[in-house]
């Protein structure tokens, strides 16, 4: 008997981490012994940065979702169901990753009324969507793994400051500024880069801060600064409370200049106090990892596992499929 089908879409416009995550779970399906595909856009790009590309064996030409005993659907990947009354026989694990999908009149929260089984990256998430009262279907909460294969392992780590101000542009040049007019090192990031190229920047950086918008799902940038033993300056996102302990794995300043420079230089006074957020972020990283997210994952779809579903379980996972 043939491997179920688990198919996957993406409009791939360039890596992210929100694409990245639903690549982590694609190859959970691999795995766990489904057969995972995934439907590619026309305006998906086909380049480096595209990591399916890898796989071109496991991309299907025509997006035929009808056909597949469950779909893997993320973020606006529901638009693609629109009009395809076959789709309704088709279960659907629905992974969210961010807490603007429970925004009133919103499009995302317009896809919660759609009968799922939803897993949320954090708690915050899982709360923010429950609280809205329209999700049909059961919630579950799988923290966000880490994948830190490609890190340039390294004994000895430069002494700067890396930046990451991806969603906080304004905000970073001005802590960098500061930074600088105090004689720090300073490695600000503003424009994406290659995943590999991004790793390894922060791999070599002492004092690594994390500008998250103000309302994340999860932020794993700060987590992998903490799984790489970085000492690591982030804002409060909701998301990352998930993992953030204030002065214990990381300093939380406000997110304005002056409070994250000025914690910058307190870890740069402090080398105690650098290495032990160090040591402890290193510990909450190795907490967050893709095996258990796999684990976990592998538990809520075993159910269906060798199974075509009928009409009447599209809407639920089948019994004792749902861990409390």
Avoid at 9 to 29: E, I, L, S
Avoid at 52 to 59: G, K, S, Y
Avoid at 170 to 177: D, E, N, T
Wanted: proline residues 7%; glycine residues 8%; contains cysteine.
């Amino acid at each position: 008997m043939s491997a179920p089908v688990m198919l996957f879409h993406r409009d791939f416009r360039g890596y992210t981490g929100g694409h990245g995550k639903v690549w982590d779970y694609f190859n959970h399906a691999l795995a766990g012994g489904w057969d995972a595909r995934v439907y590619l856009t026309p305006g998906s790009l086909r380049d480096d940065s595209n990591p399916w590309l890898a796989l071109p064996e496991r991309i299907v030409a025509t997006w035929r979702p009808e056909q597949a005993d469950l779909l893997f659907l993320a973020g606006l990947d529901w638009l693609a169901l629109a009009g395809r009354a076959a789709c309704q026989q088709v279960p659907v694990v629905n992974l969210i990753q961010h807490v603007r999908h429970a925004d009133p009149g919103s499009v995302l929260q317009g896809f919660l009324g759609n009968p799922a089984l939803r897993i949320c990256v954090s708690r915050a998430v899982a709360e923010a969507i429950t609280a809205t009262g329209v999700c049909r279907g059961p919630i579950e909460v799988i923290p966000a793994g880490l994948d830190l294969s490609i890190a340039t392992a390294t004994d000895q780590r430069a002494s700067g400051v890396f930046i990451d101000a991806l969603k906080a542009p304004g905000l970073g040049q001005a802590v960098a500024q500061r930074l600088a007019e105090r004689g720090e090192r300073v490695s600000l990031l503003l424009e994406r880069i290659p995943r590999h190229a991004y790793v390894e920047r922060l791999a070599g950086a002492e004092i690594a801060v994390l500008l998250p918008h103000s309302r994340e799902g999860f932020y794993l940038p700060a987590l992998e600064a903490m799984a790489l033993a970085c000492a690591t300056v982030v804002p409060d996102c909701l998301g990352n409370r998930e993992y953030l302990q204030p002065e214990v794995n990381a300093l939380v300043p406000a997110a304005d200049p002056a409070a994250v420079a000025a914690a910058v230089i307190r870890l740069r006074a402090d080398p105690a106090l650098r290495a032990s957020l160090a040591e402890a972020g290193r510990l909450t990283g190795a907490r967050f990892s893709l095996a258990h997210e796999r684990r976990r994952f592998l538990e809520l779809v075993q159910p269906w596992l060798g199974q075509r579903v009928d009409s009447t379980s599209a809407a639920r996972p089948p019994s004792g499929a749902i861990g409390t």
